[in-house]
């Protein structure tokens, strides 16, 4: 079993910057960040796997970064350049099985889901 823990989520302008943190227990291959908005799909927003490869939603390409430790253990993203449009509750995922480019940003091909952390922006 794996558990998820997210951390680094709260409130900030137009323009800012926040860092969201995810600790992993358990076995994982690929992470990911998801955000879901009130009324709105959940969405994938960047995932990274053990070997590093990344991939990023065109909303966010550009604006944010996906990054684990040396050890693995811990996924972050990095947000620049926040817009109001970027609000949601931010969910780390794992899956611990290798995820093909084409369904890595699918909310379906993980197993494992934190509980979530806010971000506002405004």
């Known amino acids: 079993a794996v558990q998820l823990v997210e951390s680094g989520g709260g409130s900030v302008q137009t323009g800012g910057t926040l860092r969201l943190s995810c600790a992993a227990s358990?076995?994982?291959?690929?992470m990911a960040w998801f955000r879901q908005a009130p009324g709105k799909e959940r969405e994938g927003v960047a995932t990274?796997?053990?070997?590093?490869?990344?991939t990023y939603a065109d909303s966010v390409k550009g604006r944010f970064t996906i990054s684990q430790d040396n050890a693995g253990y811990t996924v972050y993203l990095q947000m620049t350049s926040l817009k109001p449009e970027d609000s949601a509750m931010y969910y780390c995922?794992?899956?611990?099985?290798?995820?093909?480019?084409?369904?890595?940003?699918?909310?379906?091909?993980?197993?494992?889901w934190g509980q979530g952390t806010q971000v506002t922006v405004s």
């Open positions: 995922a794992a899956d611990p099985g290798p995820v093909g480019r084409a369904i890595a940003l699918q909310r379906t091909t993980y197993r494992y």
């Open positions: 358990g076995d994982t291959y690929c």
């Open positions: 990274i796997d053990s070997d590093g490869r990344t």
